[in-house]
Structure formats: C-alpha cells, structure tokens
Antibody, heavy 114, light 112 residues
Framework: EVQLVESGGGLVQPGGSLRLSCAVS????????MIWVRQAPGKRLEWVCF????????YCVDSVKGRFIISADTAKNSLYLQMNSLRDKDSALYYC???????WGQGTLVTVSS | DVAMTQSPLSLPVTLGQPASISCRSS???????????LTWFHQRPGQSPRRLIY???NRDSGVPDRFSGSGSGTDFTLKISRVEAEDVGVYYC?????????FGQGTKVEIK
C-alpha cells in the first residue's frame, strides 16, 4: 500500500528555516517524479517544487527559487523540502505527492510569523 | 506562466442532477510528447486532494464512472453525470505540461 507521511512543519520566524520530510512506503521514492504542493488557508493549491525520478532534475516555482531545495533519499525512502529565508507568504499546509498527484500525504503545517 | 481559469467558482447542485466545471488555459497544453497533461482533483473539507482524471480524460482506478473529463487545446471540462452527496468539496484542474505547473482557482460544489 502506498503511503506518504509528511513531518517537520511548525512555527518559525520570518527569515528562518525548516526542513520538511515526506516518509514514503509502498514504492521507492527516487524512482518516481515527486512534488511538493502547498495550500494557504482558504486558498487554492499551489505547486512548489518537482524532482524527476529519472534524472534527479529539480524545478521550483519562481517565488521559492533560491530559497527552497527539493531532494530525495533512497536509503531513507524519503522526500525533503529545505526551506530557507522563510516569509509570511510561505505559511501554508505543505503536501508531498507522487508524480503529478497520484498519491498524497496528509500535509504538514508551516506557519511563518514573528 | 500558464493561467488556469475555472468556472464557475461556486456550483450549487441538486442531488441526482448533472454538473459541469470548465477549466481554460492561457496556452495550449500539448506537451512535446504529444500528450496533454491536464489533471482534475477533488478535495473534500479537511482532506488531501484526490486525483480523479489524468491526461484530460483518463479516470483513475476507483473513481466512479459518473465522472468524466474531456477537452483539448485550451478548453477542458469535468462532468458529473449525477451528483451524489459525497461529491461535495472543491474541484481543481492543474496543467503539468509547462513549467511552472499551475492550478485553477478551484470550484466549490455544494448541494442545494
């Protein structure tokens, strides 16, 4: 059974950092395209970052480029999102998902506030 | 960036009646491999999204056949042939043919 479980969210001050994790079971995380998607309260879904399962290439939305890094670890079968220089607008529920949304985790909440 | 525009944004429906949601893209969504990467999700309150339809018209396993997707180019539609109570929630389209991937605003379906 495919499962994705996010963790690592929390309250952080503007300018701070967080590392989100997505523990995967039922498939090997590095063999699939994986994404992070976020959703601010009452707002639409927003795609954040992508990592290719075939090449390892990564892409992120412009608003997080240079601040967020997506990565994956075969040994821990986990996906990560390193978030630096956090801003108020980064506050959201962050989901990891396989492919373009075949399977989703339950989300982890990030709140950026002083 | 490709703008994805859904309509309507709110859709009150009567149980057993059909419903239709439009998703229009600001650019054609045909990828270099010839496929169109337009996907539909359903999100119930307090839950993660669930994929319903991928590549415009392919229904996911376990998705009731009352859901169907159609369209091409820049105009896409999700149809529910007979709305059931469990269909309430927000429906999103997403294009993943072009970077950055972009979602529509969402269409909230509720029962009248």
């Amino acid at each position: 059974e495919v499962q994705l479980v996010e963790s690592g969210g929390g309250l952080v001050q503007p300018g701070g950092s967080l590392r989100l994790s997505c523990a995967v079971s039922g498939f090997t995380v590095t063999k699939y395209d994986m994404i992070w998607v976020r959703q601010a309260p009452g707002k639409r879904l927003e795609w954040v970052c992508f990592i290719s399962g075939s090449s390892g290439a990564t892409y992120c939305v412009d608003s997080v480029k240079g601040r967020f890094i997506i990565s994956a670890d075969t040994a821990k079968n986990s996906l990560y999102l390193q978030m630096n220089s956090l801003r108020d607008k980064d506050s959201a529920l962050y989901y990891c998902a396989r492919g373009a949304g075949t399977n989703w985790g339950q989300g982890t909440l990030v709140t950026v506030s002083s | 960036d490709v703008a994805m525009t859904q309509s309507p944004l709110s859709l009150p429906v009567t149980l057993g009646q059909p419903a239709s949601i439009s998703c229009r893209s600001s650019q054609r969504l045909v990828y270099s491999d010839g496929n169109t990467y337009l996907t539909w999700f359903h999100q119930r309150p307090g839950q993660s999204p669930r994929r319903l339809i991928y590549q415009v018209s392919n229904r996911d396993s376990g998705v009731p056949d009352r859901f169907s997707g159609s369209g091409s180019g820049t105009d896409f539609t999700l149809k529910i042939s007979r709305v059931e109570a469990e269909d309430v929630g927000v429906y999103y389209c997403i294009q993943h043919s072009l970077w950055p991937w972009t979602f529509g605003q969402g269409t909230k379906v509720e029962i009248k």
